[in-house]
T-cell receptor
Framework: DAEITQSPRHKITETGRQVTLACHQTWNHNNMFWYRQDLGHGLRLIHYSYGVQDTNKGEVSDGYSVSRSNTEDLPLTLESAASSQTSVYFC?????????????FGPGTRLTVL | GDSVTQMEGPVTLSEEAFLTINCTYTATGYPSLFWYVQYPGEGLQLLLKATKADDKGSNKGFEATYRKETTSFHLEKGSVQVSDSAVYFCALIGMDSSYKLIFGSGTRLLVRP
């Protein structure tokens, strides 16, 4: 069955370190998204991509970057981790041809920056 | 810009009680509206959706009606179960076809036996 996976599921790192969170989907979806979830804020969009070599900034993109070299993967990089980036991160994907633009979510990565 | 406002939680109910979680939105035109559910330790799952005014989305006993006149999409269930305990998110995708979901802050539901 098609799915979307994230790794690692849990990560503890130190301030200033570079961290990369992986997202892999087998739906063959063109659209991929990264969100962070914080109490009281719901989910906020960090970056998104509509296809290979396409990336766009979302609402809270400062301190994050993404690259899209193939359809299946959209890794999220924290260039220099900060304590404010402690959060739960979700990856999602969707297809323009899918009815109602439904997004499918991964299980999440809990990141703690000490 | 587009936005979604949900009622504050947590909402605590006894099993078999009636549930309403309020959701209102601000957007131009006719956005698509969604309810997502997040069970403990899991990602979000689509619960139901509606894409035009007066549409009713339904799934697993939950319902929500797209009300253009009140810009609302309230979630209801006639009889909740303990297994419905989760966080519920209202969301929209605007008419600019950007495929980007805009979420409310989420409402935690706790159902007691």
């Amino acid at each position: 069955d098609a799915e979307i996976t994230q790794s690692p599921r849990h990560k503890i790192t130190e301030t200033g370190r570079q961290v990369t969170l992986a997202c892999h989907q087998t739906w063959n979806h063109n659209n991929m998204f990264w969100y962070r979830q914080d109490l009281g804020h719901g989910l906020r969009l960090i970056h998104y991509s509509y296809g290979v070599q396409d990336t766009n900034k979302g609402e809270v993109s400062d301190g994050y970057s993404v690259s899209r070299s193939n359809t299946e993967d959209l890794p999220l990089t924290l260039e220099s981790a900060a304590s404010s980036q402690t959060s739960v991160y979700f990856c999602a994907s969707s297809s323009p041809g899918l009815g109602y633009n439904e997004q499918f979510f991964g299980p999440g990565t809990r990141l703690t920056v000490l | 810009g587009d936005s979604v406002t949900q009622m504050e939680g947590p909402v605590t109910l006894s099993e078999e009680a009636f549930l309403t979680i309020n959701c209102t939105y601000t957007a131009t035109g006719y956005p698509s509206l969604f309810w997502y559910v997040q069970y403990p330790g899991e990602g979000l799952q689509l619960l139901l959706k509606a894409t035009k005014a007066d549409d009713k989305g339904s799934n697993k006993g939950f319902e929500a009606t797209y009300r253009k006149e009140t810009t609302s999409f309230h979630l209801e269930k006639g009889s909740v179960q303990v297994s419905d305990s989760a966080v519920y998110f209202c969301a929209l995708i605007g008419m600019d076809s950007s495929y980007k979901l805009i979420f409310g802050s989420g409402t935690r539901l706790l159902v007691r036996p």
